[in-house]
């Protein structure tokens, strides 16, 4: 059966980033460039008939998605778009394709919207290529749409081959770089693309100089002056993406109901599901899948990444928290650092420069002052004394401290993994503890303190 697939052109090094890594794991507001393009598609076209060429730096590609590695085409050398549509041709072939989408993978603003619109177009008008336009007075280095007198595409030249005195003067119609293909119709016109062209490139662009030329229709699809359909080629231009997506991102939060202050230095994530009823005070960055709950409130100049902040919850300034999962009505900072795995129960509180790594806080356990709390289970009620350290490694394995719930450890206590503090002991301030501490005991292990007679 014959369906519609989608290709994502993501091969390209993306010279003009200067950068080592392949330009569409570049990331905006946390989130590589090709995934907002898979989001679009996502609900118009199936996952499984989603194709991405890959080639620089596909080894970085296929661990950024793993879950789309079926999915991948290597493009091996990157000879142009066209031949990166050359590369991928059999396999879209042998899945049965037969109306494909075509997406420049660096073009990660594009609106689901714009891509349904195209296919849309293109289904009501049986062209053999459709592809989206945008009103752009300063075309700089895009594709230049080339219209007959009767307003038929007849082709798009690129920049570098871009000449007023055969084109014509420059219309301000650009190539988004967006494409709907009839396979049947383009299969025959793809061999004869070449790079005799100013950057001895195979163009995908070319195909359109070449349907038109072969008397095939060809719709060139306006979609207005949006800013959304402009792919990214540097870092200011994804620099202005970022912030195009940014603004967009925390005004839709304002309207649902979200209190930020400084709205205009608060980055949010397109993961992040922050409730209606919480409250930011930018300038801060909430990234990935991080929850904030209603209720919940969070200082400015923390950075908060895949974690939970529960109802209630006050993350104070100056909190770094990645990974970690902060229950409901915790207080948390100023400058904490809650590492992956971090869980603080209902109503738990960590201080200033604590750092907990796969620890959990029990409800209403607190750990108010320069704490490292690694690999370890504190009980309900349990109150860690300033300076008190979890030796969780040592120098091959990581081990487990247990605390029991309402024990009190003294300040400056080391604990030394595996350990394990009954409920209700309490540990003498300065002690370094090797040795299992029974529920109700007091251990203390300390030098005697002794005074002499001032020398004089
Ligand atoms: C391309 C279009 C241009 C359009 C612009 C829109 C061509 C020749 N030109 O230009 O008309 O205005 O997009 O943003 O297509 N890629 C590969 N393999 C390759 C080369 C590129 O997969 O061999 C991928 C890149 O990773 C990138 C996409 O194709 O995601 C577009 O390539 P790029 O070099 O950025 O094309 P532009 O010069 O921007
Ligand atoms: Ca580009």
């Not at 177009?121 to 752009?136: E, H, I, S």
């Amino acid at each position: 059966m014959e369906h519609t697939g989608a290709l994502i052109l993501a091969a390209g090094k993306g010279t003009r980033m200067r950068s080592e890594r392949p330009k569409v794991l570049h990331t905006l507001l946390g989130e590589p460039m090709v995934w907002y393009v898979y989001q679009a598609l996502d609900g118009l076209v199936p996952e499984a008939a989603v194709w991405t060429v890959v080639g620089h730096g596909a080894q970085q590609m296929r661990a950024a998605f793993p879950g789309r590695t079926p999915g991948f085409v290597v493009q091996e050398r990157q000879l142009g778009t066209g031949h990166a549509l050359q590369t991928a041709w059999p396999a879209l072939g042998e899945a049965g394709v037969g109306t494909l989408l075509v997406v420049n993978g660096d073009t990660p603003l594009v609106p689901r919207a714009a891509l349904a619109a195209l296919l849309e177009a293109f289904q009501a008008r049986r062209p053999a290529l459709a592809f989206l336009t945008v009103d752009l007075p300063d075309p700089g280095a895009f594709g230049r749409v080339v219209r007959g007198p009767g307003g038929d595409v007849a082709a798009i030249v690129e920049a570098k081959d871009y000449d007023p005195t055969t084109h014509g003067p420059e219309s301000g119609e650009i190539n988004s770089g967006i494409y709907v293909l009839d396979m049947a119709a383009v299969g025959p016109l793809l061999s004869r693309l070449d790079n005799s062209n100013a950057s001895g490139e195979f163009y995908i662009t070319d195909l359109v100089d070449l349907a038109a030329r072969a008397g095939l229709p060809v719709l060139g699809v306006r979609a207005g002056a949006d800013p959304q359909l402009l792919g990214v080629n540097s870092p200011v231009e994804l620099a202005r993406a970022e912030e195009l997506l940014r603004a967009r991102i925390v005004d839709g939060l304002l309207e649902a109901g979200v209190m930020i202050h400084q709205p205009g230095t608060t980055v949010v994530g397109p993961r992040a599901v922050l409730e209606p009823g919480c409250e930011i005070s930018g300038p801060c960055e909430i990234l990935g899948a991080t929850r904030v709950a209603a209720g919940a409130s969070v200082g400015a100049q923390t950075w908060i990444r895949d974690s939970d902040i529960g109802p209630g919850a006050l993350v104070r300034p100056f909190c770094h928290i990645e990974g970690a999962q902060v229950g409901p009505d915790c207080q948390i900072g100023p400058f904490a650092r809650l590492r992956p795995l971090a869980v603080t129960e209902q109503g738990a509180r960590v201080g200033n420069f604590v750092e907990m790594k796969k620890a959990r806080l029990g409800p209403g356990a607190k750990a108010g002052h320069l704490s490292y709390l690694g690999d370890a289970q504190v009980g309900a009620g349990a109150n860690i004394g300033a300076g008190t350290i979890t030796c969780n490694y040592d120098g091959k394995n990581k081990h487990q401290t247990v605390i029991g719930q309402d024990a009190f450890i003294g300040s400056n206590t080391a604990l030394v993994a595996p350990v394990r503090i009954g409920d209700r002991a309490l540990v003498g301030a300065g002690s370094v503890i090797t040795k299992d501490v029974g529920d109700d005991m007091l251990a203390l292990e300390r030098s005697r303190q002794r005074e002499l007679p001032r020398r004089k």
